[in-house]
């Protein structure tokens, strides 16, 4: 059975920084793309950023410039660093991997295969 686990997620003022992390075990992900995504509070999940197995990147306009993906593949995690921090960061974030998924599809929620269970990161102004 594969798992994703969340961990990294908190209170944190404006402009501060969190790392997240995502654990993965149950199956090899090593050529897989993990992403990252969010959800606000009576909004839809949307895309954060996204990493192949070769540690190609994809962003999200709203966090480009501000967050880092990064993938351990020895380790079989996956890193979100987010830097200066908005309040309308405020969300669950939740990681992901997918089997087959292009930089055309790699905002897609369906795209995706395997979903962790969220960890909460709350921006105070």
């Known amino acids: 059975q594969a798992q994703l686990i969340e961990s990294g997620g908190g209170l944190v003022q404006a402009g501060g920084s969190l790392r997240l992390s995502c654990a993965v075990s149950?199956?090899?992900?090593?050529?897989?793309?993990l992403g990252w995504f969010r959800q606000a509070p009576v909004k839809e999940r949307e895309f954060v950023a996204a990493?192949?197995?070769?540690?190609?990147?994809y962003y999200a306009d709203s966090v480009k410039g501000r967050f880092t993906i990064s993938r351990d593949n020895a380790e079989s995690t996956v890193y979100l660093q987010m830097n200066s921090l908005k309040p309308e960061d405020t969300a669950v974030y939740y990681c992901?991997?997918?089997?087959?998924?292009?930089?055309?599809?790699?905002?897609?929620?369906?795209?995706?295969?395997?979903w962790g269970q969220g960890t909460q990161v709350t921006v105070s102004s």
């Open positions: 990493i192949s197995w070769s540690g190609g990147q």
């Open positions: 149950g199956r090899t992900f090593g050529n897989y793309v």
């Open positions: 992901a991997a997918a089997a087959k998924v292009t930089w055309v599809t790699v905002k897609i929620l369906r795209q995706y295969d395997y």
